[in-house]
C-alpha cells in the first residue's frame, strides 16, 4: 500500500501562481511515476503532467509552460509549480501514484479555484 498526501491549492486569481506537493509513503518500487490530474465539475478526469522516478516528464497541451512538474525522490514528493493560472484550470487536483505493473494509487484531492 501506498499513501498520500497533498497540501497546497485555494484560490488566485487569473494570472496568479499556486503549488502543490503531493508526498508517498508504504512500499514504493524504485521504477514508478507521480503525477497530478484534475477533474472539473460535470468533466471527466484528466491528466495535467507526471514525472517518472527518472524523472522524464509529460504534460497536457493545455498547461504546457504554464506549469512545471518536479519531485524529490529521496521524500517521495512531487509537486506542480502553476503559474499564469486561468479560469479554465478550476478543478480539483488528485495526486496520482504509480508503482510498476502498474499499480496506482490516489490522493485525497485538493482544490485549485482561479476566479477571473
Known amino acids: 500500500q501506498v499513501q498520500l498526501v497533498e497540501s497546497g491549492g485555494g484560490l488566485v486569481q487569473t494570472g496568479g501562481s499556486l503549488s502543490l506537493s503531493c508526498a508517498a509513503s508504504?512500499?514504493?518500487?524504485?521504477?514508478?511515476?507521480m503525477g497530478w490530474y484534475r477533474q472539473a465539475p460535470g468533466k471527466q478526469r484528466e491528466l495535467v503532467a507526471v514525472?517518472?522516478?527518472?524523472?522524464?516528464?509529460d504534460y497536457a497541451d493545455s498547461v504546457k509552460g504554464r506549469f512545471t512538474i518536479s519531485r524529490d525522490n529521496a521524500k517521495n514528493t512531487v509537486y506542480l509549480r502553476m503559474n499564469s493560472l486561468k479560469p479554465e484550470d478550476t478543478a480539483i487536483y488528485y495526486c496520482?501514484?504509480?508503482?510498476?505493473?502498474?499499480?496506482?494509487?490516489w490522493g485525497q484531492g485538493t482544490q485549485v479555484t482561479v476566479s477571473s
Open positions: 514525472i517518472t522516478s527518472r524523472y522524464v516528464t
Open positions: 508504504g512500499s514504493i518500487f524504485s521504477l514508478n511515476s
Open positions: 496520482q501514484f504509480a508503482n510498476s505493473g502498474p499499480i496506482i494509487y
